[in-house]
């Protein structure tokens, strides 16, 4: 492993720090990753219960809504 070198997924859970929603294209721009990337990380997260699917953002163009993702907050 490089020195400097982070999971995507770990990337991905700091990119949502503190409430803030993002699109599948908005991480994978922000990561400089692939949709695919992000998407596969996206669903792992998931999985694990650490993100969560919270919406759409529509596009003022034409095409399907993005979904919107975010971390779970703790309850406990």
Same mark, same amino acid.
């Given at each position: 492993?490089t /020195?400097?070198?982070?999971? *995507?997924?770990?990337?991905? &859970?700091r990119? #949502?720090r503190?409430?803030?929603?993002a ?5 994978a721009h922000?990561? /400089?990753?692939s949709t695919? *990337?992000?998407?596969?990380? &996206?669903?792992? #997260?998931?999985?694990?219960e650490r993100?969560?699917?919270?919406g759409?953002?529509?596009?003022e163009g034409r095409?399907?809504?993005?979904y919107?993702?975010?971390?779970k907050?703790?309850?406990?």
């Amino acid at each position: 492993m490089t /020195e400097g070198y982070q999971p *995507t997924s770990g990337r991905i &859970l700091r990119a #949502l720090r503190g409430g803030r929603e993002a699109t599948i294209p908005e991480l994978a721009h922000e990561l /400089e990753r692939s949709t695919c *990337t992000i998407r596969s990380a &996206l669903y792992r #997260l998931a999985a694990q219960e650490r993100i969560e699917r919270v919406g759409l953002r529509h596009s003022e163009g034409r095409g399907r809504p993005a979904y919107l993702y975010r971390r779970k907050t703790c309850l406990g």
